[in-house]
């Protein structure tokens, strides 16, 4: 028996339960295929993941070296990937809710 990576993903809560994907599918799998290289397949699968790594990065590295305007920093890669997520979430779930 051959394992793969799919195979170590958590499941999605909401879509077990209530069957519609939540603000977060996708982003494992979009992890994993970055670590892989598909940088493409990576940002199809979830579009914000490239300003969430970059986000992590500031994080990781303003700990270590506080930067002058952080804060600032912080608040603005907050809300552009709040709004990526949002938008790429409601053009993926667009199909679903139109009638």
Do not use: H, W
């Amino acid at each position: 028996m051959f394992l793969t990576t799919n195979d170590y993903l958590l499941p999605c809560l909401n879509k077990s339960l209530f069957g519609i994907d939540c603000l977060g599918c996708g982003i494992q799998r979009a992890f994993v295929l970055l670590i892989k290289g598909e940088f493409t397949d990576a940002f199809k699968m979830y579009p914000a993941i490239y300003t969430l790594v970059l986000f992590a990065l500031f994080l990781l590295i303003n700990y270590r070296k506080k930067f002058k305007n952080s804060k600032k920093i912080i608040i603005s890669f907050a809300i552009i990937n709040l709004l990526i997520i949002i938008i790429s979430y409601g053009i993926k779930m667009k199909p679903i809710f139109t009638l």
